[in-house]
């Protein structure tokens, strides 16, 4: 394997995924119901645009970028999440 490829299946999206594959289809339809209306609040969402922004005309500070490395982060977690609960309620309609 290349540094890449273990630096690709140690990120913190690829550790999740790993995580909720293992425990997904434990969730109960309730719980995937509950976990879908996870979502980040509007102030999230307009500093995110706001990071956004700045990032397209390489204007953050370092501290900036670390931010939205974090809302990237639980952003990509909440997506897996949502795939994981979809499943569940997809499996239990059936």
Same mark, same amino acid.
């Given at each position: 394997?290349?540094?890449?490829?273990?630096a690709a299946?140690?990120?913190g999206t690829?550790?999740l995924s790993?995580?909720?594959?293992a425990?997904?289809?434990?969730?109960t339809? &309730?719980?995937?119901r509950?976990? #879908?209306?996870?979502? /980040?609040?509007?102030v999230d969402?307009?500093?995110m645009?706001?990071l956004?922004?700045?990032?397209?005309h390489?204007?953050?500070?370092?501290a900036e970028?670390? &931010?939205?490395q974090s809302y990237l #982060?639980?952003?990509? /977690?909440?997506?897996?999440?949502?795939?994981k609960?979809r499943?569940?309620r997809?499996?239990a309609?059936?």
């Open positions: 394997m290349t540094p890449d490829t273990i299946e140690n990120s690829a550790i790993r995580v909720l594959e425990h997904g289809s434990s969730f339809p &309730e719980a995937a509950s976990i #879908l209306q996870l979502k /980040f609040d509007q969402i307009d500093r645009n706001v956004a922004e700045k990032n397209r390489g204007m953050l500070t370092e970028q670390q &931010e939205l #982060l639980v952003g990509h /977690f909440l997506d897996l999440l949502h795939s609960a499943l569940v997809k499996q309609a059936s």
